[in-house]
């Protein structure tokens, strides 16, 4: 069974950066895709970012579009979002999950957020002055 954990969340100023990781243990993630999501308090968990195994396709949300990258790691077993010009609506608890089931494309969208059946047990992110 895949078991995927984040790290690198933290509280961050307004137009700070952080770099969240999510390493697997085991298992090399180049055969899954990877997506990132969050979830602020008393929203849906909303889907932020994905990179497609095979040929690397990502994926973002628009809201991050420009600010956050997902990349693999050069160990097979991480895969990173990094997140620059953080505002105050980024804050959330940051999930990292797994799937191979469906094509080399990946999806962060709600409706296929069911294809992801490994989860990471989250990092906070607050972005506040």
């Known amino acids: 069974q895949l078991q995927l954990v984040e790290s690198g969340g933290g509280l961050v100023q307004p137009g700070g950066s952080l770099t969240l990781s999510c390493a697997a243990s085991g298992f090399s993630l180049d055969n899954y895709n990877i997506g990132w999501f969050r979830q602020a308090p008393g929203k849906e968990r909303e889907g932020v970012s994905c990179?497609?195994?095979?040929?690397?396709?990502?994926d973002y949300a628009d809201s991050v579009k420009g600010r956050f990258t997902i990349s693999r790691g050069n160990a097979k077993n991480m895969v990173y979002l990094q997140m620059i010009s953080l505002k105050p609506e980024d804050t959330a608890v940051y999930y990292c999950a797994g799937e191979r089931k469906s094509g080399p494309v990946c999806s962060i969208s709600t409706a296929t957020q069911g294809r992801y059946d490994n989860w990471g047990q989250g990092t906070q992110v607050t972005v506040s002055s």
């Open positions: 990179i497609g195994r095979k040929w690397n396709i990502r």
